[in-house]
T-cell receptor
């Protein structure tokens, strides 16, 4: 079975500070991992994904994530937080079914950016 | 704007009733996914369709059913509604059955009173 765990349901950072959102995965096979962002009253938007190529993945809006197999982690970072980064962030893992895909999401981390 | 549309935006109904949620995928996408997002259970995968056929099933209750039509739009039918079914229901689409990049719609907020 595949799953992801997000540590910290709420994270607050000052504007300009480093953003670090944590995600650990559990998978019996090489995982496909994703980070999504959800702004209030909107659907999810893909930030970045890891599909077994480079371990450091760059996404949109200055975010990046590093896949660390030894730590079973896929933490999301951004060097300098902006007010517009305030949102809910979800880590997800894909499990391939016989004929399709299943995606399992973490419980989400709400990011607050303090001016 | 992801290109995925969902209707209605909001739906309020009573326990025991039946509702239908509609989703139109992005132009060119053949696969549709349905998700339920609730406060207590988070974001849960329900079911995936590809070109009219069911391809993967998640934690979908027997009271819930879905289908994808020849024009590729999809409907999620929820019946014998309970208070606990109150949630945001998202549809997402992807190019095909195995492409892992999904585009999410804005969701339908269902309130069961």
């Amino acid at each position: 079975a595949q799953s992801v765990t997000q540590l910290g349901s709420h994270v607050s950072v000052s504007e300009g500070a480093l953003v670090l959102l944590r995600c650990n995965y559990s998978s019996s096979v090489p995982p496909y991992l994703f980070w999504y962002v959800q702004y209030p009253n909107q659907g999810l938007q893909l930030l970045l994904k890891y599909t077994s190529a480079a371990t450091l993945v760059k996404g949109i809006n200055g975010f990046e994530a590093e896949f660390k197999k030894s730590e079973t982690s896929f933490h999301l970072t951004k060097p300098s937080a902006h007010m517009s980064d305030a949102a809910e962030y979800f880590c997800a893992v894909r499990a391939k079914a016989n004929t399709g895909n299943q995606f399992y999401f973490g419980t989400g981390t709400s990011l607050t950016v303090i001016p | 704007d992801s290109g995925v549309t969902q209707t209605p935006k909001h739906l309020i109904t009573a326990t025991g009733q039946r509702v239908t949620l509609r989703c139109s995928p992005r132009s060119g996408d053949l696969s549709v996914y349905w998700y339920q997002q609730s406060l207590d259970q988070g974001l849960q995968f329900l079911i995936q369709y590809y070109n009219g056929e069911e391809r993967a099933k998640g934690n979908i209750l027997e009271r819930f059913s879905a289908q994808q039509f020849p024009d590729l739009h999809s409907e999620l039918n929820l019946s014998s509604l309970e208070l606990g079914d109150s949630a945001l229901y998202f549809c997402a689409s992807s190019l095909d059955s195995y492409t892992d990049t999904q585009y999410f719609g804005p969701g339908t907020r269902l309130t069961v009173l």
